[in-house]
């Protein structure tokens, strides 16, 4: 049986399209993009077009996108800035973030430079707006509300809107990590409010070791990384050339293929869970499977038994990848903090499996890896 790869929310393969664009900055337009001759003024213009490209998309100015290294240091950026530029001194997040999220938020709380508090989660898992606006209404500091847009282990949607809506009622800055959702939903930034919104390439078929922040106009903030002029003084550091014009490219042909792709991708989603339910006694759906949900993402829970104790390491043997949670904890035994967070750390004898798909899976991909499950529980 060849490889099924049915981790997409970890990374996505990079579309050969996209390479054949990245291709000559990695050969003859090698030229330093701080240089002032032609070599530097090709590649600083290649990355100005994609800056353009991307902020069009998102309905935004190219003054508002800046390039970074992906995600993590996307958010590593906005909540630095917030507390330390926007006089943000509370932090409301919730316990289902990405680590790059809650590791850094942890640290503000733990270096005393900013309360933190979580917001309570529904029962099937989504952020209680009406618990956020209690929190910020009790609050007596400026907030920091950071809330990811589609939760990357169980698929979760928040409602940007009414979120951005509360933080402007209550003068909070918003920033919400959108790394599973931008190349895979349009987004309209100009009618958002929101002051800090993050991308990473390689979640849709682009190259790995590439992101983008975008910082509303409105607000002013200082670099996080110092050194040099780069990213109109905004972010040190020799730009990532190909990583930029790949990055602009790949979101170029997912917003071209939104509608195609996504039909297709939640139709894969739909099919699995059905034949899951059909095969399987006593398993369960993580997050709100058939509601507000990614459409990418499939969280299922196998009763824990001597056979799907080593479900993940036994489905790695026979050429399938999936994950038990995020790429972060993925062949890992314990079970992940989101899984822990919506069952209140009871979440029982259960092996959960994250399922993701992309444009390039099959609906004869899902009949194999069910039939190998069956073998396998």
């Known amino acids: ?15 050969p399209e996209v390479l054949d664009v990245m291709m000559p900055f990695l050969t003859e337009k090698f030229g330093n993009p701080s240089s002032v001759y032609s070599y530097g003024r090709e590649t600083k213009m290649a990355i100005e077009n994609a800056r353009k490209t991307v902020a069009k998309i998102l309905n935004t100015t190219p003054g508002e996108i800046f390039f970074t290294s992906g995600g993590t240091e996307s958010t590593n950026t906005a909540i630095h800035a917030a507390i330390r530029d926007l006089g943000c001194k509370h ?74 809506e509360l933080c402007r009622k209550y003068d909070a800055i918003f920033h919400s990590d959108t790394v599973q959702t931008v190349g895979h939903y349009p987004f309209d930034l100009k009618n958002l409010y929101i002051h800090f919104l993050n991308g990473a390439a390689h979640k849709f078929h682009g190259p790995k070791g590439v992101g983008i922040l975008y910082v509303n106009e409105n607000i002013r903030i200082k670099p996080y990384i110092n050194g040099g002029s780069q990213e109109r003084n905004m972010r040190a550091g020799t730009e990532n050339l190909y990583g930029i014009v790949g990055f602009a490219k790949a ?24 034949q899951l339910t059909a095969n399987f006694a006593g398993i369960t759906f993580n997050g709100d499977t058939f509601g507000n949900s990614l ?83």
């Open 1 to 15: 049986m060849s490889r099924i790869y049915f981790d997409n929310a970890a990374t996505t393969s990079l579309d």
């Open 91 to 164: 932090i409301i997040t919730s316990p289902l973030e990405h680590h790059a999220t809650l590791h850094t938020v942890e640290y503000m709380a733990h270096s005393g430079q900013a309360k933190l508090s979580f917001v309570k989660l529904t029962d099937k898992g989504h952020i209680d707006l009406n618990h956020l606006q209690e929190l910020l209404k009790g609050s007596d500091e400026r907030c920091l509300v950071t809330l990811m847009h589609a939760n990357n282990e169980i698929g979760n949607l928040l409602d940007i809107k009414a979120t951005g």
């Open 251 to 274: 979101l170029e042909n997912a917003t071209a293929r939104y509608e195609q792709d996504s039909t297709h991708i939640k139709g894969l989603k739909m099919y699995m869970a059905e």
């Open 295 to 377: 459409y990418t993402v499939l969280n299922v829970s196998f009763p824990m038994t001597d056979k799907s104790d080593m479900l993940l390491f036994n489905l790695d043997m026979t050429g399938i990848c999936v994950s038990g949670g995020s790429a972060c904890t993925s062949g890992a035994n314990s079970l992940s903090h989101v899984i822990r967070a919506i069952y209140n750390d009871k979440p029982g004898d259960v092996v959960p499996i994250r399922f993701s798909f992309c444009r390039h899976n099959t609906k004869e991909e899902v009949d194999a890896v069910i039939e190998k499950l069956k073998e396998l529980v």
